[in-house]
Structure formats: C-alpha cells, structure tokens
C-alpha cells in the first residue's frame, strides 16, 4: 500500500477556462490507477480507472473517436 499523495496536473491545451480534467498519473506505477477529476471542482469525486483504459481514452481523443468535443 502507497501512501503517497495524487499530484494533479492539467494539460497544457487546458488554458481556455473551459470544461477541463485532471489526471494525477503518479499513482499509475503504485497503484496501477489513474485519479481523474473535474478541475473546477478540486474537492469533489476523482474517477480512478485502469492505466489501460485512460491509455485507451487519450489514443481515442487523438483519433477523433468522440467526435470534436
């Protein structure tokens, strides 16, 4: 068990003030999970999901999978 803490951060594309997330992706190699959570709402709930699924995710956005969001 890991005691360390999430280290948030968000993408640089993020400067808008827009809809943004952020990921804590120190946690990958302890936990295998990376913390997702709403960056207007630091307090509120984190997502953890697998490093393959948000792997899986970010390769989507790339693509253009989800449309242009």
């Known amino acids: ?3 360390e803490s999430p ?3 968000k993408s640089s594309y993020s400067n808008n003030g827009g809809n943004c ?3 804590a992706a120190n946690l990958v ?4 999970v990376v913390p997702v959570r709403d960056s207007k709402n630091p307090g ?3 997502l ?3 490093a393959a699924s948000f792997a899986s995710f970010v390769a989507g956005v790339r693509t253009g999978a989800f449309g242009n969001v």
Not at 29 to 32: H, Q, T, V
């Open 1 to 3: 068990m890991t005691t």
């Open 7 to 9: 280290r948030w951060y």
């Open 21 to 23: 997330i952020e990921v």
């Open 29 to 32: 190699a302890p936990l295998g």
């Open 44 to 46: 509120g709930p984190v």
């Open 48 to 50: 953890n999901t697998s």
